[in-house]
């Protein structure tokens, strides 16, 4: 069968295992680029505001240097010159702050501006500091009310102004970029979520159709086939190695199917060659006698010869028809219907029967069943008929005073039924399945009363065997199992 559209089994996992790689790569994704966006936004809210701040301090150290510059110069203060080079450095090492923060062109081309700003007020306030005696009266309010100068500062104002915009803008471009990450999240991780069920429930969905279910239906048809039903046959689908192995399974259970028909094909022959000659000999035997007897009758005149002969005629035949009755019980199948019997109750069911042949003989029936004899799974019927053909064996082997002794044992696992007459004994072992047991020296009796006996055992699982002592009696032994199979 063409099994090339067919998955493998292999090939199921590695589409399971991707798949959960694709949800680990997919999750590990979003979290990165969660924590690389928030950590990047962070970083560029602290740069922005720190430069902020940088350039408001360079801004308010650039006043505070002209109001203590000018007002210590107007003073006459000798000190001025150090102040103003102590503020000149470290409005000097904000600028250099700036730039090493600065991430863009047009923040490096606005602070540089704003620096040649600084510089060109610089050179006015070293004017002041340096050649105080060239600063006229009319300078003076100019350095002393330095707010209200137009030129002097409106370039500084100007850039820094600029500066400052493009700062807000940068930030407020952060936080849009930050609103619209906050916006989208809870949507991501919903869906991410969603994808997740999605590719755990068809996962799931397919091991199930192609590994779980096939692998479910071969175990239940592999129980059945071992049952006994070759004929049942297994779906090959799923996987390619689970449609295979139900394949081969199939073909098994047809090669078996073929086998045991064949076998009991051979066995039905072998035991039809068997049972033919027993049936003849059965059969022409009486036919022989029934032959003589009527032939002898031609010359008899007696009136009393003549009716025993033809009472032997009826005894044959009925006899004869007995015996067919009976093959046909044997040949019959069974079917027992269990349920709890007490093993007591069998064997006196059995012996009930016997009592007009026991009384007669004057058997002394002994019974030893123990202190509490189990109940056994069993078909009363059957074995009632079983034990009561092996009882009237006994019964009819024993002598006349007789002890006929019937016993009960039990272990963990087994019970055991004993029957033991004082007879001569068998002249035969007898065996499972054998039609030929010897011939009956009973007057009604059929010589199969031992083969149903063994088929009634069989049927429940249980043995039976026989101990031959010549001379001294017969013991027949039927052991049954405490826990019974069903079918036997």
Known sequence: MARAHKRSLSRLLLVHEVAFLFLVAVTGLLTGVSAYIWQKTSAASVRINNSIYLSEQLRGELYRQLQEVSGARWLGDAEALAVYYEYSKRIGRHFNQLRRTSLTRDEDEVIQALQLAYRKIQIDIYRIVEQPDQADAGSRPLILDFRDTGDMFNEFEDKYLE?????????????????????????????????????????????????????????????????????????????????????????????????????????????????????????????????????????????????????????????????????????????????????????????????????????????????????????????????????????????????????????????????????????????????????????????LGIPIAFKICQSHGWSLSFDVEQGQGTLVRIVAPRQHAAAA
């Open 163 to 447: 500066l400052k915009a493009l700062y807000t803008r940068q930030h407020q471009e952060l936080e849009q970029t930050i609103a619209l990450w906050t916006r989208y999240a809870p949507v991501l991780i919903p869906v991410l979520f969603l994808l997740a069920v999605v590719i755990v429930i068809f996962s799931s969905r397919v091991i199930r159709n192609s590994f779980v279910r096939p692998m479910a239906a071969i175990m239940a048809g592999a129980a059945q086939i071992s049952q006994g039903r070759l004929e049942r046959r297994i779906p090959e689908q799923g996987v390619q190695e689970v449609a295979e192995l139900a394949g081969s399974i199939n073909q098994m259970a047809g090669e078996l199917k073929t086998s045991r028909d064949a076998l009991v094909e051979h066995e039905r022959q072998a035991a039809l060659g068997s049972l033919i000659p027993v049936v003849a000999h059965n059969i022409r035997n009486p036919l022989a006698s029934i032959r003589a007897t009527a032939q002898v009758l031609d010359d008899v005149d007696n009136e009393a010869e003549l009716k025993e002969g033809k009472q032997a005629i009826v005894d044959t035949i009925d006899r004869l028809g007995r015996w067919v009755n009976a093959l046909v019980s044997y040949l019959h199948p069974l079917q027992p219907v269990f349920r709890e019997v007490g093993v007591t109750t069998l064997l006196d069911a059995a012996l009930e029967l016997l009592q007009g042949k026991i009384a007669e003989k004057r058997i002394a029936v002994k019974r030893d069943y123990g202190e509490a004899p189990p109940a056994l799974s069993v078909d009363p019927d059957l074995m009632e008929q079983a034990l009561y053909g092996l009882l009237a064996n006994a019964v009819d082997a024993s002598p006349a005073g007789a002890e006929l002794l019937l016993t009960v044992t039990e272990d963990a696992q087994t019970v055991t039924i004993g029957i033991r007459d004082e007879g001569p004994g068998l002249p035969f072992q007898p065996q499972p399945g054998n039609l030929e047991p010897g011939p009956s020296t009973k007057r009604f009796g059929t010589g």
